[in-house]
C-alpha cells in the first residue's frame, strides 16, 4: 500500500547537515512538486465540477417542458357584462395548412375544402393547394365540427395546427361594444389575437396582459338591458321603416352605459363581408358612437339650463316668440306658428326654435360656448371604445351668432347620441358633469372634467321640471309611460342632403332623449331614429313626437321592469 | 487504524452516493409529477372554459327567444313588463287570529289531551319559496300519499322535502300515532285532500289536466274554479289576478287545506256541471250544514288565483293561511 504520508514526513524530519545531504534535499523538493502538482490537477478537477454545480443551481429551476406547454400561450382574457355573463371568450381551436407537395389529389381535396368552409370556394382552394411552395395556409380558425370533415378527407397534405379562436357568445347583440378580433402575428402553433375595434381594441393591452388574464374585464353593460333595447329598436325600426336606429341607455350617477344599442348590426362571429365595407350604411358603422348628426330640438333643455344657470331668465321669463329672428340674410324661425309671448318653460314645452335662439342670445356667445364645452360638446367622448376617439363634433368653421342661435335648438352642430347623452345625464345628476363610461363600477381614474359641475343644482332641477312638461302636455306626450315619470325632449332634424347640399326636407332624424324616474333620476335614455315615418296617422308623419318619443316609451316600458323599477301605480296615469 | 478510518469512509461515501441518488432519482419523478399534473389542470381548465363558453352560447339571447317561442304552448314566457308588479295589499290576508302563532300553541296546548289520543300530524314546513314559485306536478300525488301517511293537515309540499314539525307544537304532534282517528275526528271529509291540494287555474295547464285526467270525480274543472271566484269577497282577489296574473305568473299556487264547505260546494257542482248560479246556491247550504273552519272557502278560491304566488312574499302569505290541524281540531 502506498505510504502517502512519506513525503511529508521527509520534508519535516530534521535535515541532515553536511553535503551528503544536498542530493536528499534535492529529491525531496522533486517530491514535493509533484505532490502539488497533482493536488493542483485534482483542484481543477473538482473545481470544475463544482462549477458546473452551481451553475445548474443557479439556473432557472424550470424545467424545459415540450410540447404545447413549450409554446407561447397567446392568452386573451374573457370579456364579461355587469353581472358576469360572457361576452367574448377564448376556445381553442385549429388552423389548417397544407404541404402542398404532400397532398394527393388537389381537385378533390380543393371540391371537398369547398364544401366544408364557407368562405373558401373550391376554386381558391385548388389555387391554394397546388402553389409551388412548401407551406401554405388554408383556413383558420377551424371548428371542431370543420377539423373532422378535413380529417374525413384524408389527404396527409392537409394539417392542423393549434390555434385560440374569439368567440362572441352573445352575437350580433353586444357586435357594437365588443367590436371584434384579428389575428396578429401567427406560427402554426399559435397565433396573436389583436382587438380590431370596440371594447376589444380600447383595452387590447389589458386584455393581452398576461398577469390579468385570469380576471375577466367587466364592461358596464347589462346583456339582458342591451337585448331589450336591441329588440325594441329593430321592432320599431321596422315599423317605422327607418334606415337605422340608435340607442343609448346609461346609468345617471356612475355614466355607466348600461345599453348601447346601433342597428342595423353585424355577426361579430362572422367574417366582414363586403356590404361590411361599405360607408354609410355599413353595419359596423357605430351609430351610437361614431355617427355624428344634428340631433335638433333635444339641444333646447341645454340652452334653457345655460339661461337659467346664467341668471338671465326664471322658468316662467316671458319671452317674445311671434315673429323670426333676421340676421343678415339668414333668418330663425318657427316651423308651426308660436303665441307672441312664451315662458321659457313654454318654448321648451311647445319647442320654439326662436325663443330659444334668444334664450342663447340671452347667455351671450362667449358664455354659451363655455358651457357647450364643458358638457363635452366639442371634443369626442371619452368613451371606452377604439372608434369613439375619431368622432369629434362637427362644429361651424366660423363661429356666429348666427352659429349660437342655430346650436340653440340643435342644428348647425353635429354630434353623437352619446354626447347627448352625457349632457342630459349632466342635467340628471343635478348638473355636475357625467362621462359615460363602459367600464363596471365607473371609471377608476376619473377623466379631465369628470363630476365638474356645469349648471347649479337649482338650474338643474328647474331644466328637468320642463322636461317633465314635455311629456305631460308638451311634444313629447306620446313618451308617456303607465307608471313611469319620465322627462324628456324631442328633436327632429332635416338630414343633410350630400348631392345638392343644404337639407333634404324628406329625410330626418328623429331623436327622443328620456330621464327618469323625474323625482330621483337615475337612467338617461337616448334614442336617434334615422328616417323614420310613422304611417299609424291619417297622415304620415316624420316628426319626433310622433316616431321617436313612442319608440322610447316602449323602450322604457321594457327596460324599466328589468331594473327592478315598481311603476308607481297600475292605473295608467303617468 | 488506518485501514478502519478508510473503509469507514468509503462505506460513507457509497452510503451517501445512494442517498444522493435516491433522492435525484425522486426529484426527477416529483418533476414528472407535477408536470403531468401541470398538464392536467391545464387540460381541465380548457375544458371548463369550453364548456363556459358552450353554456353561454346556448344561453344566447337569440337561441332564448327562439326557445321561448317554440315552447310559447307549454312555458307561455314573455317580456317581463310593468303590469307584472303586484302590489302587497292586493293579496287578501287570512284572518288574524289564525295567523298567531301564540294562539296556535295556545290551541294546541288546549288540545293536548285530545292529540295525545288523536296523535296529529304537525304542519308541514312551507315550500321554499323560489324564483318562480310553480308547483311540482307530481304535487298532487305527494299530496294524496302523504294524506293517506299523515292525515289531512300534510299540504302541498316538494318531493323529497322533509316533513318539519312546528316546535310550538311538538307537544301535540304525533307522527306515529293512529292518523285515521285524527281525519275523522277533524271532519268527514279526509278522504279527497286532492282538491285542496291542487286546484286547476282558469286557464288549462298541465297539472290541471294530469290532476282532472288522474281523479275526474274529484279534480275540479277549469270554468268552475272561474266561477268560484264570482264569489263578491272575492272579486278583488279576481282583479288582481287579472292584472298581475300575466304570462310570467306561476299556473298553480300551493292550496291551503280547504274546508270541507268548499269542497262540498264543489261537490255538489260536480256531477251536474252545473252554472255560477247553482255554485252559488250550494255555496250557503255548505255554510249552514257543514261545521265550516273560520277560514276555508275564502282561502280555497283565492289561492286558485294565479295572482298570489307570483312573489316569494306572496306565496309565503299564502302558506300562511295553511292551519296547524290542531288549531283545526281546536276550533271545532
Do not use: C
Not at chain 2, 290541471?208 to 264570482?230: D, H, K, L, N
Amino acid at each position: 500500500m502506498t505510504d502517502f504520508a512519506a513525503p511529508i514526513r521527509r520534508r519535516l524530519a530534521p535535515r541532515p547537515a553536511g553535503p551528503a545531504a544536498a542530493p536528499d534535499a534535492a529529491r525531496a523538493m522533486r517530491d514535493d512538486w509533484r505532490l502539488i502538482l497533482v493536488m493542483l490537477a485534482f483542484a481543477l478537477f473538482y473545481g470544475v465540477l463544482a462549477l458546473n454545480m452551481a451553475l445548474m443551481a443557479l439556473s432557472d429551476p424550470e424545467e424545459p417542458r415540450l410540447g404545447r406547454a413549450g409554446q407561447i400561450d397567446p392568452v386573451r382574457s374573457d370579456i364579461v357584462d355587469r353581472r358576469g355573463r360572457l361576452l367574448a371568450a377564448n376556445l381553442p381551436a385549429w388552423s389548417l395548412y397544407a404541404h402542398p407537395h404532400d397532398v394527393l389529389d388537389p381537385v378533390r381535396a380543393a371540391a371537398k375544402l369547398g364544401e366544408i368552409f364557407p368562405y373558401l370556394t373550391a376554386e381558391e382552394a385548388l389555387d391554394i393547394l397546388t402553389q409551388d411552395s412548401r407551406f401554405v395556409w388554408v383556413e383558420r380558425p377551424v371548428t371542431p365540427r370543420q377539423k373532422q370533415a378535413v380529417m374525413d378527407i384524408g389527404d396527409p397534405g392537409l394539417l392542423f395546427g393549434s390555434r385560440e379562436m374569439r368567440l362572441y357568445p352573445a352575437g350580433r347583440t353586444v357586435a357594437h361594444v365588443i367590436g371584434g378580433v384579428t389575428a396578429g402575428e401567427e406560427d402554426v402553433r399559435w397565433a396573436e389575437i389583436e382587438g380590431a375595434g370596440g371594447v376589444e381594441r380600447y383595452f387590447d393591452e389589458r386584455l393581452r396582459d398576461p398577469a390579468r388574464a385570469g380576471a375577466p374585464l367587466s364592461l358596464s353593460i347589462d346583456l339582458a338591458l342591451q337585448t331589450a333595447l336591441s329588440d325594441v329598436l329593430q321592432a320599431e325600426m321596422t315599423r317605422l321603416g327607418a334606415q337605422g336606429a340608435a340607442g343609448v341607455f346609461m346609468a345617471v350617477e356612475t355614466g355607466e352605459i348600461l345599453a348601447l344599442v346601433s342597428l342595423p348590426d353585424y355577426d361579430p362571429n362572422k367574417r366582414k363581408t363586403k356590404r361590411d365595407e361599405a360607408a354609410g350604411a355599413s353595419p359596423r358603422f357605430n351609430r351610437a358612437v361614431q355617427g355624428r348628426y344634428e340631433l335638433g330640438s333635444v339641444f333646447k333643455p341645454l340652452t334653457a339650463a345655460m339661461a337659467l344657470d346664467r341668471g338671465v331668465v326664471g322658468p316662467e321669463t316671458m319671452i317674445e316668440t311671434g315673429k323670426p329672428i333676421f340676421y343678415g340674410r339668414q333668418r330663425v324661425r318657427d316651423y308651426h306658428r308660436m303665441p307672441e309671448e312664451m315662458s321659457v318653460t313654454d318654448i321648451i314645452r311647445r319647442s320654439s326654435n326662436v325663443g330659444s335662439a334668444k334664450l342663447a342670445l340671452a347667455v351671450t356667445t362667449p358664455h354659451f360656448r363655455g358651457y357647450l364645452d364643458r358638457l363635452g360638446m366639442f371634443a369626442p367622448v371619452p368613451v371606452e371604445l377604439s372608434e369613439a376617439a375619431g368622432a369629434s363634433p362637427l362644429l361651424p368653421p366660423k363661429w356666429t351668432e348666427l352659429s349660437t342661435m342655430n346650436i340653440s335648438f340643435g342644428h348647425g352642430i353635429a354630434v353623437s347620441p352619446l354626447h347627448l347623452a352625457g349632457a342630459y345625464a349632466t342635467i340628471a345628476n343635478g348638473g355636475r358633469r357625467v362621462i359615460p363610461t363602459l367600464q363596471r363600477g365607473g371609471r377608476a381614474t376619473p377623466v379631465a372634467g369628470e363630476g365638474e359641475r356645469v349648471f347649479s343644482a337649482a338650474a338643474a332641477a328647474e331644466t328637468l321640471r320642463m322636461m317633465r312638461r314635455v311629456v305631460t302636455d308638451g311634444s313629447g306626450r306620446r313618451a308617456r309611460v303607465p307608471g313611469y315619470r319620465l322627462a324628456g325632449k324631442t328633436g327632429t332634424a332635416d338630414k343633410p342632403d350630400p348631392v345638392r347640399g343644404g337639407y333634404d326636407r324628406t329625410k330626418v332624424m328623429a331623436t327622443f332623449g328620456a330621464i327618469f324616474p323625474v323625482d330621483d333620476p337615475q337612467y338617461v335614455l337616448v334614442v336617434t331614429m334615422d328616417e323614420p315615418t310613422d304611417r299609424s296617422g291619417q297622415t304620415p308623419s316624420r316628426q319626433a313626437s310622433r316616431t321617436a318619443a313612442p319608440v322610447a316609451a316602449e323602450a322604457v316600458r321594457r327596460l324599466a321592469p328589468i331594473l327592478g323599477l315598481r311603476p308607481a301605480s297600475l292605473e295608467g296615469r303617468p | 487504524m488506518n485501514r478502519l478510518t478508510f473503509s469507514a469512509a468509503v462505506l460513507g461515501i457509497v452510503a451517501i452516493a445512494a442517498w444522493a441518488y435516491s433522492v435525484n432519482y425522486k426529484t426527477a419523478h416529483a418533476l414528472r409529477t407535477v408536470e403531468r399534473l401541470r398538464g392536467q389542470i391545464a387540460e381541465t381548465r380548457e375544458d371548463v372554459t369550453v364548456m363556459e363558453v358552450e353554456w353561454a352560447y346556448l344561453n344566447r339571447p337569440e337561441r332564448l327567444r327562439d326557445l321561448v317561442e317554440t315552447h310559447h304552448e307549454d312555458l307561455a314566457l314573455g317580456d317581463l313588463a310593468p303590469e307584472h308588479f303586484g302590489d302587497l295589499p292586493a293579496v287578501p290576508f287570512p284572518p288574524r287570529e289564525e295567523q298567531d302563532p301564540l294562539a296556535a300553541a295556545l290551541a294546541a296546548a288546549a288540545s293536548s289531551i285530545l292529540a295525545q289520543h288523536a296523535g296529529i300530524e304537525a304542519p308541514v314546513e312551507a315550500p321554499a319559496p323560489g324564483l318562480l314559485p310553480i308547483v311540482h306536478p307530481d304535487a298532487a300525488t305527494v299530496g294524496r300519499e302523504s294524506q293517506t301517511a299523515v292525515g289531512p293537515g300534510a299540504a302541498v309540499r316538494p318531493q323529497g322535502q322533509p316533513v318539519a314539525a312546528d316546535p310550538a307544537l311538538t307537544v301535540a304532534a304525533d307522527p306515529t300515532a293512529a292518523p285515521q282517528e285524527a281525519a275523522s275526528a277533524l271532519s268527514d271529509d279526509a278522504r279527497s285532500p286532492i282538491e285542496r291540494m291542487a286546484v286547476p287555474l282558469p286557464r288549462p295547464t298541465d297539472l290541471g289536466r294530469t290532476s282532472a285526467a288522474e281523479t275526474p270525480e274529484e279534480g275540479v274543472s277549469a270554468p268552475e274554479a272561474a266561477e268560484a271566484q264570482s264569489d263578491p269577497q272575492t272579486a278583488q282577489t279576481a282583479e288582481t289576478a287579472e292584472i298581475a296574473g300575466t304570462r310570467l305568473a306561476p299556473r298553480a299556487a300551493p292550496l291551503p287545506p280547504a274546508g270541507p264547505a268548499a269542497r262540498r260546494a264543489r261537490a255538489a257542482a260536480q256531477p251536474t256541471s252545473t252554472g255560477p248560479a247553482q255554485v252559488a246556491a250550494a255555496a250557503p247550504a255548505a255554510e249552514t250544514t257543514a261545521p265550516r273552519p273560520l277560514y276555508a272557502p275564502e282561502a280555497a278560491v283565492t289561492t286558485a288565483a294565479p295572482a298570489p304566488a307570483a312573489t316569494p312574499a306572496i306565496a309565503a302569505l299564502a302558506d300562511g293561511q295553511r292551519l296547524p290541524p290542531a288549531v283545526i281540531a281546536a276550533s271545532q
